[in-house]
């Protein structure tokens, strides 16, 4: 393709004495190109060919059916479909049309558009993790940072956690939203599997979490799967996280690592924010007064679980084993654990039978006072509840026939010869 610097070189290089072959050896031309274009007067002028007819063309619009309904499928498979179809092409065609529709699907779902929310009206809150080696006493123990961000402010908060368990959830969701003072109107979250048991766009949330979010009056919008531009502004958050020194350091225990998430927090909502133009704390202000007020009664984030109680007199709870009263054996108990503090209460309806703290997996938690009454000899058992033989005579007394009088009835008074006529006549 000669362009028209090229032309213009090639007409330089003749008017200095350069022969054809010269310039063609000079430009890895060949001398009838250079012949051309040395006797052109104007530049050579290209257009585009015309397409020729794919014989894949026929066949697209099925192409783009099945990646509407098969996204999965291959492009061996489609080609395998469209063959006894009367296509002749090549497997190759196939492919870099099929990976061509795929790229525009892509680009389709990736493209959004960036909106501002009103003040109080979303926050989004996300995890990041399971980090290890945070920890001097416990390298392996996996932690996770849990962030909420105020969608018209960029105020954010994060906390260390160490589950994500649904009773943990919402036990840091009531923390964060108790530092704030005040509710948003919507939650947007990921499809974390304790709380949606079914994604979008047939959702289905956890019993729990919708007793959770009734009570404080706020909507629940988890993304559509695959969409993290919905709940970008977390998202982007745990960008500085990761780029950050915080991770890459060794702490004594998790309240030196909070102690630092704060500070880290607390720089960020002093800064001037490069898309509002102002700090998170200055829209904070703002923002507060829209805020939903906090409920009069706080949530029991507890979730209640049903254990029957064992012949030990025991409860299997997470793999380790409770105590409670003998009188219960046989029973179903309920079982509420407290995610921050790790005390485990059991409640036989409304009443509280035993307390205890939660206990590492495959121990048992014995409180004497609940089997003493076990430990007592046999005799002693016995005699306290009534022996054999009296309750065999009490139960002989019990169910021994009774007197009753008979009702007084007036009867007739005859002579016996009157009967006596009577059978014999009965009997002729």
């Known amino acids: 393709m000669i362009t028209q610097e090229l032309w213009m070189d090639l007409k330089l290089l003749s008017r200095q004495g350069m022969s054809i072959r010269a310039i063609a050896r000079a430009t890895g031309l060949s001398r009838n190109t250079v012949r051309r274009a040395l006797a052109a007067k104007t530049p ?145 979250f990921d499809n974390f599997g304790a709380a949606v048991l079914k994604p979008r766009p047939n959702l289905r949330l956890h019993p729990f979490f919708a007793d959770f979010c009734d009570h404080y009056g706020i909507e629940p ?41 704060d500070r880290a927090d607390e720089q960020y909502n002093l800064r001037l924010h490069t898309t509002t133009g102002e700090t998170p704390l200055a829209r904070l202000e703002r923002e507060r007064p829209f805020l939903l007020p906090l409920p009069a009664l706080p949530f029991d984030p507890r979730l209640p679980e049903t254990r029957r109680v064992l012949s030990d007199c025991t409860i299997s709870y997470h793999a380790a084993y409770y105590c409670v009263p003998h009188q219960l054996v046989g029973k179903r108990l309920t079982v509420k654990s407290d995610p921050r503090t790790g005390q485990i209460e059991i409640f036989d309806g409304a009443d509280a039978v035993a307390t205890h703290q ?26 306290r509840a009534g022996s054999p033989a009296t309750r065999a005579a009490s139960s002989a007394q019990s169910a021994a026939p009774q007197l009753v009088a008979w009702p007084q009835v007036p009867v007739a008074s005859r002579p016996i010869a009157d009967y006596v006529n009577l059978i014999e006549e009965v009997a002729q």
């Open 44 to 188: 050579p002028d290209y257009k585009p060919r015309r397409a020729k007819p794919q014989k894949i063309a026929p066949y697209l619009d099925y192409l783009q059916a099945q990646l509407e309904q098969r996204p999965w499928v291959s492009a061996a498979q489609i080609y395998r479909e469209i063959s006894p179809q009367g296509y002749g092409g090549c497997y190759e065609l196939v492919k870099v049309q099929w990976r061509s529709l795929r790229q525009q699907q892509q680009a389709a779902r990736r493209a959004c558009v960036r909106f501002e929310t009103a003040p109080a009206q979303e926050a989004q809150f996300d995890w990041k993790g399971p980090v290890s080696g945070l920890l001097a006493s416990a390298p392996n123990r996996k932690l996770y940072f849990f962030r909420l961000v105020l969608g018209y402010s960029r105020y954010r908060i994060t906390r260390l956690v160490t589950l994500q368990t649904l009773p943990a959830v919402l036990a840091d969701l009531m923390d964060v939203l108790a530092i704030l003072g005040g509710l948003p109107q919507r939650l947007v």
């Open 358 to 383: 939660q206990a590492a997996k495959g121990q048992r938690v014995i409180v004497e006072e609940h089997i003493a009454e076990l430990r007592r000899p046999r005799w002693d058992r016995l005699r």
């Open 221 to 261: 919008a988890p993304a559509l799967p695959y969409s993290p531009q919905r709940k970008g502004k977390t998202e982007r958050s745990f960008r500085d996280l990761a780029e950050s020194d915080l991770l890459h350091q060794v702490y004594a225990d998790p309240v030196e690592i909070q102690w630092a998430l």
